[in-house]
């Protein structure tokens, strides 16, 4: 039975209430072995291998902290313009849930390693936002579970569910925001940029590879809305584990109409987590959302407390790489780009993309317009990120030197381009296997253009009579009959002195 849930019009939202965020975003590092343990911390594989007593939590096994992990979360706080903890430590959060091998998370809880930090993020229109950092702490993510023959993927109407803790022990920072208030209108906005900002730092520092798609960046978003005038926070809702930077925005969206619509009928919100379907931007009930108090935290007695010293914290912040809008900024100077052209370049996600493109030969202009045009519309037909596309900068460079010396036309490129993509290799092992040189030799290319001149002598006679653009339709024909893979330009000057125009 499907229960149709009430919505407000979204400007009617906004004119009535004051929507109040809060972003906790969880990162798995790109470490080689687990947060306490020695095993591998690596995406996939077959379920239940990369485990060991430590991280399934069997009695007697201790754990021993990850010390890149502590490395990675410092230099995550530098980022974030945080204070570093002179001393903080390891706390148990107590819940069950069958996905936590151990009934607790290691994590931590009021010591975590950094706090009270910024982030400040641009939005599309070019105004800059600061969201300020409450918190990012240390902790293990958990396994994964897999709920078998309900028509969701869910745990309600499943027959069964397996267990994968693979996952379980990997390394997370959870980077917490303080409320985000004042956002009116641009509330959603503001929650996909600084997801967004926050991702491009993070790859940029090479401390994960932030793909949502996998999990290893995940971010919770808790909504909740006060009456215009009001001072007094309302209820909120957590959407858990959103995935994908749309999703992120289309969320915190849905959830403030679906309050909205709640409390103007005179009801109110159930503090609860909520789940985002992907397939029609609606979140569903979970489960009732626990208090600090309802996890018993208490400080984990097999770890020691973190003192990391303060020249050990100098040493990491040396190694903060540029960050990602300064690099922006550099990139728009030295390629003369427009607030509006970089925008296009920022927003389609291709920036770092065009400039690697550029550092393996491309010219900029190239490189832009394949990875803005092209490529960007393959992203989006294959429903992808861009950077998702399995095509590497240094290919789509080679495919730009193929253009630039005249093996390829843009059309045959563009069938290059499409054979990387489907994965028969690189540009030139897709060349050789699609044979799409360009047709250079002036024999096959005069055989041709005799043809067709023979096939339509009323065009030939216009262009011997002085009408040289009637030789467009030539070289058309000869095109079709190379199968695009003719020099246009040669094929014209052929033709003119074929008929002898030229």
């Known amino acids: 039975m499907t229960t149709t849930v009430e919505l407000m019009d979204y400007d009617e939202v906004v004119e009535r209430y004051d929507p109040v965020l809060g972003l906790e975003v969880h990162v798995e590092l790109s470490t080689k072995t687990k947060m306490f343990c020695g095993c ?50 390891f706390a148990r959060k107590n819940y069950f849930y069958p996905d936590m091998p151990k009934n607790f ?30 918190r990012a702490h240390m902790e293990e993510d958990t396994g994964k579970s897999l709920h078998v023959g309900g028509a969701t ?60 798609d996998q999990g290893s960046l995940r971010c919770d978003a808790n909504v909740s809305l006060m009456p215009k005038g009001a001072t007094e926070f309302g209820t909120r809702t957590e959407t858990k584990n959103v995935n994908s930077l749309r999703s992120v925005e289309r969320a915190v969206r849905y959830e403030m109409t679906r309050h909205a619509a709640i409390l103007a009928d005179g009801g109110s919100i159930k503090q609860e987590t909520r789940h985002f379907q992907e397939a029609d931007g609606t979140t569903a009930a979970g489960r009732a959302k626990e208090t600090a108090e309802d996890y018993r935290y208490f400080p984990e007695p097999d770890l ?17 790489p540029e960050m990602p809008w300064e690099r922006r900024k550099r990139i728009q100077d030295d390629w003369n780009l427009t607030d509006e052209e970089l925008r296009d370049l920022v927003n389609t996600g ?25 490529l960007n519309q393959q992203a989006s037909t294959r429903e992808v990120e861009l950077g998702d596309l399995a ?11 193929l253009v630039g010396s005249g093996e390829l036309t843009n059309k045959l ?47 030939a006679d216009k262009i011997r009579g002085g009408k040289v653009q009637a030789a467009g339709a030539i070289v058309g024909a000869v095109m079709k009959a190379t199968k695009g893979q003719a020099d246009a330009a040669r094929v014209r000057e052929l033709i003119l002195e074929r008929v002898g125009a030229a």
């Open 413 to 459: 490129a563009r069938q290059v381009v499409d054979g990387v993509l489907d994965g028969e290799g690189d540009p030139d092992q897709v060349i050789e296997k699609r044979g799409l040189k360009v047709v250079s030799d002036d024999s096959a290319l005069l055989a041709a253009v005799d043809e067709a001149l023979a096939a339509q002598p009323d065009v």
């Open 350 to 374: 291709a920036i770092d993309l065009v400039a690697a493109t550029v550092d393996a030969g491309a010219s900029q202009a190239d490189a832009r317009s394949w990875w803005v045009q092209y």
């Open 40 to 89: 591998a911390n690596a995406f996939g594989g077959d379920p239940n291998t990369n485990v060991c007593p430590v991280c399934l939590g069997l009695p007697g096994a201790l754990p021993v902290v990850n010390g890149t992990a502590v490395e990675s979360a410092i230099r995550i706080g530098l980022a974030l313009n945080c204070e570093i903890a002179e001393w903080c430590r």
């Open 153 to 212: 993927g869910r745990i309600h109407g499943a027959e069964h569910s397996l267990l994968d803790y693979n996952r379980a022990g990997v390394p997370l920072i959870e980077i917490v925001t303080k409320p985000l208030v004042g956002m009116g209108a641009r509330a959603p906005e503001v929650a996909r940029a600084y997801v967004t900002a926050l991702r491009d730092l993070l790859r940029a520092m090479d401390v994960s590879d932030v793909r949502m």
């Open 105 to 134: 998370q290691t994590s931590q809880y009021d010591e975590p390693i950094a706090f009270d930090g910024y982030l400040d993020v641009v939005l599309d229109d070019g105004e800059t936002v600061r969201v300020e950092i409450e």
């Open 304 to 320: 020691v407390p973190i003192a990391p010293s303060r020249e050990w914290v100098e040493q990491l912040r040396a190694t903060i």
């Open 391 to 401: 095509i590497t900068p240094a290919q789509v460079a080679r495919v730009i030197e």
